[in-house]
């Protein structure tokens, strides 16, 4: 959370997670809102890391943001563990922090709007980034 009276300006970078696709959204704390970048379909776990590589280079975040896919309930399942490891490798290969977002209603939120369904999961990485600003207080 950003101290009191110091303002703090930074780049974040969101990942909606899959095993066949990722979503990438960026946003910085200044507008608090996410902007769907792109979705990475990338065959090879070498070739999706590169792609992200690139756009880190380009974009310069100061944090990134790796939404928790979650039950209905809050507990995790399956695809959580898989979004955790796919959040350290991003901190291991990158060295940038990484923080975890609960995400179980952002694509269920996007699939009833039909202009949303071709650009879903860098949609869904926007919805992760601005639930991201929400919990760490970044709105006023």
Not at 79 to 94: C, I, P, T, V, W
Not at 101 to 108: C, G, K, L, P
Request: charged share 30%; net charge negative.
């Amino acid at each position: 959370m950003p101290e009191e009276g110091k303002r703090q300006d930074l780049t974040v970078m969101a990942f909606d997670y899959g095993t066949r696709r990722i979503g990438v959204a960026i946003g910085n704390t200044l507008s608090k809102s996410g902007q769907a970048l792109k979705i990475i379909e990338e065959s090879s776990e070498d070739m999706r890391f590169r792609a992200i590589e690139l756009l880190l280079k380009e974009w310069q975040p100061n944090q990134l943001v790796v939404g928790l896919p979650c039950h209905p309930d809050g507990t995790e399942h399956e695809m959580s563990a898989k979004a955790r490891r796919f959040g350290n490798q991003l901190h291991g290969r990158f060295g940038l922090p990484v923080d975890w977002v609960d995400e179980r209603y952002s694509s269920a939120i996007l699939e009833s709007d039909s202009k949303m369904r071709d650009n879903l999961d860098a949609e869904s990485a926007a919805l992760i980034l601005e639930q991201y600003f929400l919990e760490k207080n970044w709105i006023s």
